[in-house]
């Protein structure tokens, strides 16, 4: 979606990715899978993440260097929700009930007091499990990212994201991190999602 209608190229980074993509694209704009390449090194992660116009963040050691750099950073797969993203737009992973595969209300995640710290033996101990964002979440995500700078958001998207500032504002949670008014999850993921500021 970026190469086709941004004209960017895309270079995928990382050290521990599973398997190499399968649908690179040489001709410029690159998709290029630097990940499983023979250019990879700590030097050239460093590099390119320092000098790139846009980094995807999904958690761990790189960010820190993009924050360093002062590149534009957008965050998916955030997890806890109110761990500060540090990002404009943000996607957070949905938590979700083992069995009845439910996933949390922000409210049901305050009430087990999961909100603001998480881990793996946390949730087993709700019987919960992290839901990583899907492909589609993250295409709307990146669409909704671009409406962002080029200031289209719908009347409804903008509707959306007066809730949810609305809905952090009367639950105090607005009071958890430094300034959580400043990022804002993704309209199509509080579209998709509605459950998550209900009552």
């Not at 050290?15 to 649908?23: A, E, G, R």
């Not at 007091?113 to 295409?139: C, G, M, P, Q, V």
């Not at 671009?146 to 009367?170: A, T």
């Not at 008014?181 to 500021?197: C, D, H, N, T, V």
Request: glycine share 4%; hydrophobic share 35%; proline share 5%.
């Amino acid at each position: 979606y970026i190469r086709s209608n941004y004209g960017f190229s895309v270079v995928r980074v990382g050290s521990n990715t599973l398997k190499k993509i399968s649908w690179e694209q040489k001709d410029h704009p690159l998709i290029f899978d630097y990940s499983k390449s023979d250019l990879r090194s700590d030097e050239n992660d460093i590099n390119l993440i320092s000098q790139c116009n846009l980094y995807i963040n999904n958690g761990g050691g790189p960010f820190s260097i993009a924050n360093a750099a002062k590149t534009e950073v957008i965050t998916i797969n955030q997890i806890p929700i109110f761990e500060p993203p540090q990002s404009k737009i943000w996607l957070p992973k949905l938590i979700r009930y083992s069995d009845t595969k439910k996933y949390l209300t922000i409210n049901e995640m305050v009430k087990l007091n999961i909100h603001t710290r998480l881990n793996n033996n946390i949730l087993k101990n709700f019987s919960l499990y992290a839901e990583e964002n899907n492909s589609l979440d993250l295409l709307d995500f990146i669409k909704d990212y671009f409406k962002l700078l080029e200031n289209s958001f719908s009347l409804e998207d903008k509707k959306l994201i007066s809730k949810y500032q609305r809905f952090l504002i009367s639950k105090g949670l607005h009071k958890l991190t430094s300034n959580p008014l400043s990022g804002i999850i993704a309209p199509s993921f509080l579209r998709k999602y509605p459950l998550l500021i209900s009552d």
